[in-house]
């Protein structure tokens, strides 16, 4: 399945746009097992109602580990084909940090510093529900790049809830982009800079990420996040 992926296309499309689409990565079944989690808190570590924090609206919780298989999955599945995108991301933009070949050894490094808590999560939206624009960053050491993968059914299970980033170019206004995404199909993402190449060179732009107001229905998202929580 994520060996499978046009990787050629997707570093494309990261280096263009700051985002790339993987095509179905869940079939409907598994999307609704993932979905159905939610509703169990021995699997979670935190729940987060977004209006309390000023967020948005809606609800999200972070997986306790050990973390369910798939999700697990997940990690150790894209982290070999994301990990050279994003050393070679910090690279262009001067940036020090490199990243090694095995997520755990990366995950070391996050536990030694006292990121501890794992960050993938559930999230779930009903009809009003919207989540502001944000960036997941949660301590020193940051993988600049993570997953949203879609678990209902656009126009079937709710309407609107449409995925949003930003982008903030220096001395220009900001760039937005809808992307549309099938139930089972993730975007990966910035999450914080990536770099662009201008007519001076390579500088550093801003995103932030976030999703538009629901419609109608219910909306679940699984995010995956390569690094964890202080």
Known sequence: MIAGLDWARVAADLDVFGYATTGPLFGATECAALAALYDDDTRFRSHIVMARHGFGRGEYKYFSNPLPDPVAALRAGFWPHLAPIANAWNAAMGLAPRFPDAHEAFLARCHAAGQTRPTPLLLRYREGDYNCLHQDLYGEHVFPLQIAILLSAPGRDFT???????????????????????????????????????????????????????????????????????
């Not at 937005?176 to 800079?193: M, R």
């Not at 990536?194 to 976030?210: D, S």
């Not at 999703?211 to 996040?225: D, E, F, K, P, Y």
């Open 160 to 230: 609107g809830g449409e995925f949003v980033l930003t982008e903030q170019r220096p001395r220009m206004q900001s760039r937005a982009e809808v992307v549309p995404l099938a139930q089972g199909e993730g975007v990966i993402f910035a999450v914080h800079h990536r770099p662009v190449r201008g007519t001076r060179g390579t500088y550093r732009v801003n995103l932030r990420h976030g999703v538009s107001r629901l419609r109608s229905g219910r909306r679940h998202t699984l995010g995956v996040i390569f690094h964890d929580a202080a």
